[in-house]
C-alpha cells in the first residue's frame, strides 16, 4: 500500500494522487473561495476525508523505551517496516500521550531525510565491529566469529582467574577478573539469562544502572 | 464538518517538547540544525520543517521566577490574512477551522508569511519548487475523527482538540477557576482576536509573557490588496509580488513600532 | 515505589524534591495535573527553579547534599507542631519497641563506631550491637505503647530529630525560613487521617554519599503522616529507566540474586544462608525461594541432598559495585567487561578516569544500538589508541519494537512489549546474543574442560535454537517440577516443601501463569475503581498496586480515608480496590500490628539497625562541600563511605563553587540514544551549564558563552546559560553559588559536547555504592 501525497501536507518520495484544489472541485484559475473584505464574513471550503497515512498499517503496541513510567505505544507497520509510532490510547498510564522522547523514538528506526523519505538511522551500528590492539578502526566481522573469538577470550581468562577457595580455604567459587553491565535498557528475559551467565561462570563484579 | 479548536492551556504546560516532535513525527518532518542560544527554545524559530514548536519565556515578577512554556503554530484564523494576501489563491480556509495552503498551486511568493499577524509561514523547496509551509491542522487526522498529532501527545491536557463551543466554554471556565484560585492575570485569548483565532488560550498572565502579540492586527494593505485586485488578482500575482512585500512588511513594522 | 503512576491522581499534597517529574518522568504530570484539577497542591523543593518548578504551587530552593537536613526538619516540624498521624504511628510503625539502653549517639557517630582503614583515612564502620531491640525470654520485642519509655523508639526519635528546628534547617540547606515553614505546613497538613501526601523524588536523593539515609528520611516523614499505604500517599521512587525495577527484581547487582535474596558470602554453605533468614515476615519464606531458584537453574542436578547445588554460586567478598570494580579495573585486576547497553564511561563517576581504567582491559564486548562512548573509549580526545591493547568487539543490538519481552515499570507493573520489525542490519536481541555466547561457552567447556565446569555443564539453558522468550518467561514464573505446571502464585512456595517448584524469581510468580493467556499481557481497564487496573498486565508483589495497604485503615478495617478506599472491612469480610497486603481471611483486629509483612516485626521501622550508617537519618555534609557542618562534630561527610582517591577530594579554597548535575527531558541518560536522535538534538543541540547572573557578572560570562568548569578530577568546556532560575543561597550566613550541569553528552555521536562526569568524584553512599553525581565542588571561569 502507498500511501497518497497529500500536497498540503508533507510526504515526499509517494504517488501524487491529486492536487488539494482538485480535491475541493475546482481549479486553481478559479479560486473556490473568494476573499473577504473588513466586516464580510470569511468564506470556507468544505472539508473532505484525507486518507491517514496509517489507515492500512497493522497496528502492534508496546512499550516506550525511555524512564520508568512505561507508557503504552502503538507502532503502526507496512511492509515489515515501522511508518509511525504514537501513545497508545488504551493503555491506562499515558492515555495516548507521550513526551519528545516518546515522540521521536520513530528516530531510533529510522529518520526523515531532507525529502521526507524515512530511512534507516545512519547512525545505528548494524554489523558487528572489531577494534584490534593499537588500531583505531573498526573492522567489520560475522557473528559467528564474533561469538567464537569472545567465548575463547572469556573462558581463557576466566580459566586463569578462577579460585575454587578463598587464602582462608573457604569456598568462593568466582572470578575476580571479569566484570559485567546488565541491563534497565533490557527486557526482564534478557537480564534474567544474563544474571544465570553471570552465577554459572562465577562472575562476582556485576551491576547496572540502577547504580549508574 | 463543525469548526474544531485547538485548546493551549498555557497554565498546564510544562515545556516537555511532546507536541513538537509528535508534529515532526506525524507530519514526516525532518530535523533542522540548531544551536543552544542560553534558551531551552529550540528551534528557535518556525522553518519549513517546523511547522510547531514550544516557546520558553523566563521573567521575574513580584520576586518570583516566572517560566512561561507554550506550544506555538498556525492560529487558523477564521479570516486569514494569509489566504486574502494569497496572490494565487492557494490558501483555503476550511469549514473544519483549519488554513491549507495547496503546494501545487503556491508559487512560495511569502506574501502570506508578510501578512501572518503570528509570523507563522516559512518558504522552503521541500518539494522540489518553493512554497509555503505551517501546521495544517493535522487535516488527515481531525477528518479521520483522530485529534491533532500536538493534542494527541499532550501528557496534562494543555494542548487540547474538539469542537469550538465546546472548548471555549472549556477554556472560560478555566480562567473562571484560575481567577478564584488567586490567578488574577487568568484570561482568554484567541476567541475575540482577529474576530476569532482556531487556536483558543489560556493563559495565567498577559499576552506578552507568552510570546503573544498583544493586539494582533491585519494590515490594511491586505485587504486593499484583496478588493482593488480582485478581478485580475491572479493573472497580476506574480508580477506585482515582489513590490508589495517590501510595502506590507514596512506597514507591518510600523504598526509593531506603535503597538 | 509504594504506589503507581495513576495513583497520583488521588495526592491532596505532591512534593517532589530530589526529583525533576516533569522532565525526567513527564507522564506523571498527567495525573499530578488531575490531582491539581481537584484542588490538590504540588511542593517542588530543587537547587534549580526547573520545569516541574514551573508548575508548582510552592517551590522551595535548597542546596544540593542537604536533602536530609530538610526532611529531618520537616520530621521536627510535623512532631512538635503536633501535626503526625498518632494512631499510624503507633499502631503502624516500631515507635513502641524498646531499644537497648546503651545505644546513643554523639558528635556525629551512633554508638558502636570503629575505625575502619579500608574504608578511607579517619572512615568508621559500625559494631550494631547496641542497635537492638529490648526482648524478653522468648525473643519477643518488649514495647510501651504509652511511647513514654526514655529509651522506646519514639522518645529516641523525638529527641534525636529535635535538632533540626526551622532555623539550623535553614541555615543548612540555604532555604529561607519562611519558604521552610510554607513547605511544612503544607506537606504536613497531610497528617490528618483522610489526607494523602505523596513524596515522589529520583536520583536528587539517592545519588550521595548519604543518599540511602535520604529515602529512609522520607519514608520516615511518610510514616509519620500516615501517608505509607494509602491512595495518594506513597514513597515514590521514580524510575529514570524503562527497566531498571526489572533489572533489579532480577537481580543484576551484584549483592543481590534474583528477588532481593542476598548473595551468598565466602565459606557461607546453604545451611548458614538459610539460618540467615529473616525471622518473620515475608521472608521466613526465603530457604523456599532459594531452593525454588536453584531448582529453576539446575533442574535434575538440583536436590536437597547436595543442597540444591547451591555451591555453584559463586561466593561475594566485597563491594563489586561498578564504582568499586572500576577502581579495581584500574588496577589492572579485570581484565575482561561485558557492557549490554550502558555508557558508564559517560554516566560513571570521575569518567576520565573509567576511560584510562578501560585501557588495562584485554577485551571489552559492548552490545548497543549505537557506537557509545564506552565501546568507542579509545577514540576520546584524550586517549591514544596506539597505546590501547584493549580488544572491542561491539555487537549491533536489536532496540525495543526489534523483539519481544517484558519490561517492569516503576510502580511495578510488568507489561508486555511487543515486536513491530525485525532488527535493523545484522543487529539481534541481547537475549540471542547472550544465549549464543552461552552456548558458545558451555561448548568449549564441554571440548577443553577447563576451571570449574560443572555450574556452566548443568545450569539449564533450553530456550531453543533460537531463544524463546515465552520459555524464559516461564522459568522466571515458576512451575512444578513434577509436572511442568505453572506457579500462580505465592501460595505455590508456600504449600510446598523446598524443591517441588522451580522459580527463577520469586517475586514474579504469577507474572505469567498460562502461557496461552500470560497476565503480563492483559489489556483490560478498570471502569470502577481508584485506578488500581488490577486487569491491566500483572504487578508485583501478587498484583498488589499500592503495597501495605493494610495501613490504609485503622485498626477495625474502616478507612481513614472513606473516599478512597483501597480494602475496607465491611464487618464481614475485607472488601477491595486491590489486592489485599495481609491477610484477608482473617478479621481487622489480627492484622491490626501487622501491617507491614517485609519486616519480620511486621512493623514500619522509624529506627532501622539494618543500614549500614545508622539507625536515624543525620545530615552529613557531601564528601566535597563548600561549608562547615555543625550537627556532626569533626564528621564532615559520611563516615562509613568509601574513600577510594583520597587525593581527588577537592578544598572549597581552590573550588568554591557547589556543582550539581541533572538530566533534561529532551535526552535519555548518557545520550547514547537520543544524542543520535535528529528530533532531539534539534530540540537540544547542545551542552551547557546554568548559573546565576550573579555568578556571571562575576566571571564575566553572558548568556551563550563559553567557560570552563574545573574540579580535582578534571575541566570541561560548555556554554554558560545564566538564568535567574538557579541562585545563589545563604549558607551558614555566607552567599553560595551553584552550577549545574546535565548529564547527556560525550564525544560521540551527532551531537557532541563535555561530560560533566569527567568532573564528579568517586564517592558512592555507604549503603549502596551509587556515586555522588549531585553535590560536589568546582570552580569556573570565562573560557579562551
Not at chain 3, 369 to 376: G, S
Not at chain 3, 496 to 507: C, K, T
Not at chain 3, 769 to 777: A, L, M, Q, V, Y
Request: with cysteine; net charge neutral.
Amino acid at each position: 500500500m502507498k500511501i497518497s501525497r497529500r500536497n498540503f501536507l508533507w510526504a515526499a518520495g509517494a504517488v501524487v494522487t491529486g492536487t488539494l484544489a482538485a480535491k475541493l472541485g475546482c481549479s486553481p484559475k478559479e479560486p473556490p473561495i473568494e476573499p473577504t473584505t473588513p466586516g464580510e464574513e470569511p468564506t470556507v471550503a468544505p472539508s473532505f476525508k484525507e486518507d491517514l497515512r496509517i489507515q492500512y498499517a497493522q497496528t502492534v503496541t508496546s512499550i516506550c523505551s525511555y524512564c520508568g513510567v512505561g507508557c503504552g505505544v502503538l507502532c503502526f507497520v507496512e511492509d515489515g517496516k515501522i511508518v509511525a509510532i504514537e501513545g497508545d490510547p488504551d493503555n491506562p498510564i499515558n492515555e495516548g500521550s507521550l513526551c519528545s522522547k516518546g515522540s521521536a523514538v520513530f528516530n531510533k528506526y529510522y529518520i526523515y531525510d531532507e525529502k521526507g523519505n524515512a530511512v534507516v538511522n545512519p547512525q545505528r551500528v548494524q554489523k558487528v565491529l572489531y577494534r584490534a590492539p593499537r588500531s583505531s578502526n573498526w573492522e567489520e566481522k560475522s557473528w559467528d566469529w564474533a561469538i567464537n573469538e569472545i567465548a575463547k577470550r572469556f573462558k581463557a581468562t576466566r580459566d586463569a582467574t578462577f579460585k575454587e577457595k578463598n587464602a582462608a580455604g573457604a569456598i568462593v567459587n568466582r572470578t575476580e577478573a571479569i566484570a559485567w553491565i546488565g541491563s534497565a535498557m533490557c527486557n526482564n528475559e534478557e537480564n534474567y539469562i544474563y544474571r544465570k551467565f553471570v552465577a554459572a561462570t562465577g562472575i562476582v563484579n556485576q551491576d547496572h544502572c540502577a547504580r549508574l | 464538518m463543525a469548526k474544531k479548536v485547538r485548546l493551549i492551556d498555557t497554565t498546564k504546560c510544562m515545556g516537555c517538547k511532546g507536541c513538537q516532535v509528535a508534529c515532526k513525527q506525524w507530519n514526516q518532518l525532518p530535523a533542522t540544525e540548531t544551536t543552544f542560544t542560553g534558551s531551552y527554545e529550540n528551534p528557535a524559530d518556525f522553518a519549513p520543517e517546523t511547522w510547531g514548536r514550544v516557546k520558553f519565556n523566563e521573567y521575574e515578577s513580584g520576586g518570583k521566577v516566572k517560566w512561561n512554556m507554550n506550544f506555538s503554530s498556525c492560529m487558523h484564523c477564521s479570516d486569514p490574512a494569509c489566504a486574502n494576501i494569497c496572490p494565487v489563491n492557494a490558501i483555503h480556509k476550511m469549514d473544519n477551522n483549519a488554513v491549507l495552503i495547496d503546494k501545487d498551486t503556491c508559487i512560495g511568493c511569502g506574501l502570506c508569511k508578510t501578512a501572518c499577524p503570528f509570523d507563522i509561514p516559512r518558504i522552503g523547496n521541500l518539494t522540489g519548487k518553493p512554497a509555503s509551509w505551517k501546521c495544517t491542522f493535522c487535516f488527515d487526522r481531525i477528518t479521520n475523527g483522530k485529534g491533532t498529532a500536538c493534542a494527541t501527545a499532550c501528557p496534562t491536557g494543555a494542548i487540547s482538540y474538539g469542537d469550538e463551543s465546546a472548548k471555549i466554554a472549556e477554556a472560560e471556565a478555566r480562567v473562571a477557576e484560575l481567577k478564584k484560585r488567586g490567578v488574577a492575570g487568568a484570561q482568554l485569548y484567541g476567541k475575540e482576536e482577529l474576530g476569532g483565532l482556531g487556536v483558543i488560550y489560556v493563559l495565567a498572565d498577559t499576552p506578552d509573557k507568552y510570546k503573544l502579540p498583544v493586539n494582533p492586527e491585519v494590515a490594511l494593505s491586505t485587504y486593499v490588496w484583496n478588493v482593488a485586485l480582485k478581478p485580475v488578482k491572479f493573472l497580476a500575482a506574480v508580477g506585482l509580488t515582489f513590490g508589495l512585500i517590501g510595502k506590507i512588511a514596512e506597514k507591518k513594522e510600523t504598526m509593531e513600532k506603535a503597538s | 515505589m509504594t504506589n503507581h503512576w495513576i495513583d497520583y491522581q488521588h495526592s491532596d499534597v505532591i512534593m517532589n524534591i530530589g526529583g525533576n517529574t516533569a522532565e525526567n518522568h513527564p507522564i506523571s504530570m498527567k495525573w499530578i495535573q488531575k490531582a491539581l484539577d481537584k484542588g490538590a497542591k504540588l511542593i517542588v523543593v530543587d537547587p534549580r527553579f526547573t520545569r516541574t518548578a514551573a508548575l508548582a504551587d510552592v517551590y522551595a530552593p535548597i542546596r544540593p547534599g542537604t536533602n536530609t537536613a530538610f526532611l529531618n526538619g520537616l520530621i521536627n516540624y510535623a512532631i512538635v507542631n503536633n501535626k503526625y498521624h498518632k494512631d499510624y504511628v503507633k499502631m503502624y510503625t516500631n515507635a513502641s519497641s524498646l531499644i537497648n539502653p546503651a545505644f546513643g549517639y554523639s558528635d556525629g557517630l551512633f554508638t558502636g563506631a570503629e575505625d575502619a582503614p579500608a574504608r578511607g583515612p579517619g572512615q568508621k564502620s559500625y559494631k550494631t550491637d547496641t542497635w537492638t531491640y529490648q526482648r524478653d525470654a522468648e525473643g519477643k520485642i518488649l514495647k510501651d505503647e504509652t511511647l513514654q519509655d526514655p529509651n522506646c523508639v519514639w522518645q529516641l526519635f523525638k529527641k534525636f530529630y529535635s535538632r533540626y528546628d526551622v532555623k539550623t534547617v535553614s541555615e543548612l540547606t540555604g532555604c529561607p525560613e519562611d519558604k521552610f515553614i510554607e513547605v511544612a505546613e503544607l506537606f504536613c497538613s497531610t497528617g490528618q487521617p483522610g489526607k494523602a501526601g505523596n513524596i515522589s523524588y529520583a536520583m536528587g536523593i539517592t545519588q550521595f554519599s548519604h543518599g540511602s539515609q535520604n529515602t529512609r528520611a522520607i519514608s520516615i516523614l511518610q510514616l509519620l503522616l500516615g501517608n505509607v499505604g494509602i491512595a495518594g500517599g506513597g514513597v515514590n521512587a521514580q524510575r529514570g529507566q524503562i527497566n531498571v525495577q526489572g533489572a533489579t527484581d532480577m537481580g543484576m547487582l551484584y549483592h543481590i540474586l534474583p528477588g532481593y535474596m542476598p548473595m551468598p558470602r565466602d565459606g557461607q554453605d546453604l545451611a548458614a544462608y538459610n539460618a540467615a533468614t529473616p525471622a518473620g515476615g515475608f521472608w521466613v519464606n526465603r530457604p523456599k525461594f532459594i531452593a525454588a531458584m536453584l531448582k529453576a537453574w539446575y533442574g535434575d542436578k538440583a536436590t536437597a541432598e547436595n543442597d540444591f547445588c547451591f555451591d555453584y554460586l559463586p561466593r561475594l567478598d566485597k563491594d563489586r559495585s561498578s564504582v568499586a570494580y572500576y577502581t579495581y579495573m584500574a588496577k589492572g585486576e579485570i581484565k575482561g567487561l561485558f557492557c549490554f547497553a550502558d555508557n558508564p564511561v559517560v554516566s560513571g563517576a570521575s569518567t576520565i578516569k573509567k576511560r584510562k581504567a578501560q585501557a588495562k582491559l584485554d577485551w571489552l564486548v559492548c552490545a548497543d544500538l549505537f557506537e557509545n562512548e564506552t565501546a568507542a573509549f579509545w577514540k576520546a580526545p584524550d586517549m591514544n589508541p596506539a597505546e590501547i591493547d584493549t580488544e572491542v568487539f561491539l555487537l549491533p543490538a536489536a532496540a525495543p519494537f526489534e523483539k519481544e519481552g517484558t519490561v517492569a515499570n516503576s510502580g511495578r507493573w510488568i507489561q508486555w512489549r511487543n515486536k513491530a520489525q525485525e532488527p535493523t542490519g545484522n543487529a539481534k536481541s541481547d537475549l540471542w546474543i547472550v544465549d549464543k555466547l552461552f552456548k558458545a561457552v558451555r561448548e568449549l567447556y564441554k571440548k577443553e574442560g577447563g576451571a570449574f565446569p560443572a555450574p556452566i555443564l548443568e545450569m539449564t539453558w533450553d530456550y531453543g535454537n533460537e531463544p524463546d522468550v515465552a520459555k524464559v518467561c516461564m522459568e522466571i514464573n515458576g512451575y512444578y517440577v513434577a509436572d511442568g505446571k505453572l506457579m500462580t502464585g505465592f501460595a505455590d512456595f508456600v504449600n510446598n516443601d523446598p524443591g517441588v517448584v522451580a522459580a527463577g524469581a520469586w517475586i514474579y510468580a504469577g507474572f505469567y501463569q498460562d502461557a496461552a493467556n500470560p497476565n503480563c499481557k492483559r489489556r483490560i481497564k478498570e471502569t470502577e475503581g481508584i485506578g488500581s487496573n488490577l486487569e491491566w498486565s500483572w504487578a508485583w508483589p501478587m498484583n498488589r498496586r499500592i503495597v501495605y495497604n493494610r495501613a490504609s485503615c485503622d485498626a477495625a478495617g474502616n478507612p481513614w480515608n472513606p473516599d478512597l478506599p483501597v480494602v475496607w472491612w465491611d464487618g464481614k469480610e475485607w472488601k477491595r480496590h486491590d489486592v489485599p497486603d495481609f491477610n484477608a481471611a482473617v478479621p481487622p483486629e489480627d492484622t491490626a500490628s501487622k501491617a507491614f509483612i517485609m519486616t519480620p516485626e511486621l512493623q514500619a521501622r522509624l529506627f532501622a539497625a539494618g543500614m549500614v550508617d545508622g539507625p536515624f537519618t543525620e545530615h552529613y555534609e557531601p564528601w566535597e562541600s563548600v561549608t562547615k557542618n555543625k550537627l556532626t562534630g569533626n564528621v564532615e561527610f559520611n563516615p562509613c563511605s568509601t574513600v577510594w582517591y583520597p587525593e581527588d577530594r577537592g578544598s572549597a579554597e581552590d573550588y568554591p563553587y557547589i556543582a550539581t548535575t541533572y538530566r533534561l527531558v529532551e535526552h535519555y541518560q548518557t545520550g547514547a540514544m537520543t544524542r543520535n536522535m535528529p528530533w532531539l538534538k534539534e530540540a537540544m543541540p547542545e551542552m551547557f551549564c546554568e548559573i546565576s547572573p550573579s555568578l556571571a557578572a562575576k566571571i564575566g560570562v553572558s548568556n551563550g558563552d563559553m567557560v570552563e568548569v574545573e574540579s580535582k578530577r578534571g575541566k570541561i568546556k560548555m556554554k554558560a546559560a545564566v538564568t535567574t532560575r538557579v541562585r545563589p543561597l545563604i549558607i551558614n550566613g555566607e552567599e553560595k553559588e551553584i552550577v549545574g550541569m546535565p548529564m547527556h553528552w560525550g564525544f560521540m555521536g551527532l551531537s557532541t559536547g563535555a561530560t560533566c562526569n569527567d568532573l564528579s568524584p568517586t564517592i558512592g553512599c555507604a549503603n549502596t555504592t551509587i556515586p555522588e553525581f549531585k553535590s560536589f565542588i568546582c570552580n569556573i571561569r570565562r573560557a579562551g
